[in-house]
């Protein structure tokens, strides 16, 4: 990775995890939202990769370890960090899979740590599935029903 690329990613995980001191949680989710673009055929897809767990896209398989959003109350912001890697055909039997990433992927920057692949591009679009419940914040609903009387 280039230093200033390397740069530009720590001072924006540096904002991330400084909004959990500086205004308010971060949110970790067990789901990671992604689109994915095959520039071959032009098709657009959204990709839920569940935390720890291998997902497929096109020949790429994408292992999704946090995934992390400001509250609803701070500007929004959505930010995983992902490890991408292309499969080997099913031609050959002695291929390795070759790592193409390993970082923090932001949704508000995506170029900021991009994906470089001739043929797939894949961005943070969002995080779903909140690991703990939204409490104590300011204009999230509750989740939980009020007791009938």
Avoid at 17 to 27: E, H, R, S, Y
Avoid at 48 to 61: I, S
């Amino acid at each position: 990775m280039r230093p200033a690329r390397l740069l530009v990613t720590s001072s924006w995980l540096a904002v991330l995890a400084g909004a959990a001191d500086a205004q308010g949680p971060v949110l970790d989710h067990r789901v990671a939202v992604l689109q994915g673009l095959d520039k071959v055929t032009a098709r657009v897809s959204t990709v839920r990769a569940p935390l720890e767990e291998p997902t497929q896209f096109g020949t790429l398989e994408v292992v999704a370890h946090a995934c992390r959003e400001t509250p609803p109350t701070e500007p929004p912001e959505s930010a995983a960090f992902l490890d991408i890697r292309e499969l080997p055909p099913a031609s050959e039997v002695d291929g390795a899979p070759v790592d193409l990433f390993s970082g923090w992927m932001f949704a508000s920057s995506p170029a900021v740590s991009a994906l470089e692949h001739p043929v797939y591009d894949i961005w943070v679009i969002d995080c779903a599935e909140p690991i703990a419940p939204i409490e104590g914040i300011q204009g999230v609903p509750e989740t939980t029903a009020p007791a009938s009387e």
